[in-house]
Each structure stands twice: as structure tokens, then as C-alpha cells.
């Protein structure tokens, strides 16, 4: 059952990353009048940001409960495997991780509130960062999560 909810919750997060990062790079770049045929890069940031707000706060909450339920085996079985071989640094990052998904769910009310719509210009500094924000978070808790689960996963 733990390797079953192992993989939801990496599903879970690769959707989170996927469309936190659309979302992220579609504030982040610039319009730039279009001349000739748009490339990959420019289609790809021209997406619709707010339609992505939702999805991003339920992926984000879903992934996070997924990951506390299977907190208690790397707790008990991943956790006690990298501190027996000194690991501290992966077990550091992890921590650290679980601070900042933390911070991300505080963050999330707020995210949400100024992406709602009708969007006002006056808050697109505060989306901008916000968002960044939290694809920071979502990048971060990913690659440790992947980098943990590639030196002992969970069985």
C-alpha cells in the first residue's frame, strides 16, 4: 500500500510542478509583439496564469496531505537507513523541506486571494512573487523528495 500512495503522491507532484511552473513563467515573461512564427518557449509562457490558481492550491494541499501520510514510513524506515549510514545532509534537506511545504500551505490563502478574479493590476507585483514563491517551494520539496527517494525509497 505504501509504494501504491509512493506513487500518487510523486504524480500529485509532478502535475503540482507542471502547472506551478506554466503559471510561474507565464508572469514572468514579457509580451513581446509577435513577428513570424512563435517559438516553444513563447508559447509556453502564454498561457492563461489564472486558470492554473485553483488546480495549484488543491494539487498543492493534495500532495501535501499524501506526503504526511507517508511520513511515518520514512520516518520509521527511510530516516533511520541515511542516519545509520551518516546522511545528515539529505536528512537536513528533508527537514528543511518540510518547513517550506509548511510555509507554502500558510501561503496559500493569500495566493489564492490575489488570483482571484477580477484581476487587478495593482497586485501583479504580489502575484508575480507569490507564485514564484511557490514554485520555489514545489521545486525544492520535489528534488528532495526524488533525490531522497532515489537513495532509499520507501518499501
Known amino acids: 500500500m505504501t509504494v501504491v500512495m509512493l506513487i500518487v503522491h510523486g504524480l500529485l507532484a509532478v502535475t503540482l510542478l507542471g502547472a506551478i511552473t506554466h ?57 533511520v537507513f541515511m542516519e545509520d549510514m551518516f546522511m545528515p545532509r539529505p536528512v537536513g534537506a528533508f527537514e528543511v523541506k518540510e518547513h517550506l511545504v509548511a510555509i507554502g500551505l500558510g501561503l496559500l490563502p493569500s495566493y489564492w486571494f490575489f488570483w482571484r478574479k477580477p484581476l487587478l493590476p495593482e497586485y501583479a507585483s504580489v502575484r508575480k512573487y507569490l507564485t514564484w514563491l511557490l514554485a520555489f517551494l514545489v521545486w525544492w520539496s520535489f528534488l528532495v523528495g526524488h533525490v531522497l527517494n532515489n537513495i532509499r525509497g520507501i518499501s
Not at 516553444?40 to 496531505?65: E, H, Q
Open 23 to 79: 503559471q510561474a513563467w507565464s508572469v514572468a515573461r514579457r509580451p513581446r509583439p509577435r513577428e513570424g512564427p512563435e517559438s516553444f518557449i513563447s508559447r509556453f509562457g502564454s498561457v492563461s496564469s489564472a486558470s492554473y490558481t485553483n488546480p495549484i492550491v488543491l494539487l498543492f494541499v493534495a500532495t501535501a496531505v499524501m506526503g504526511a501520510l507517508l511520513y511515518p514510513a520514512y520516518r520509521v524506515e527511510a530516516r
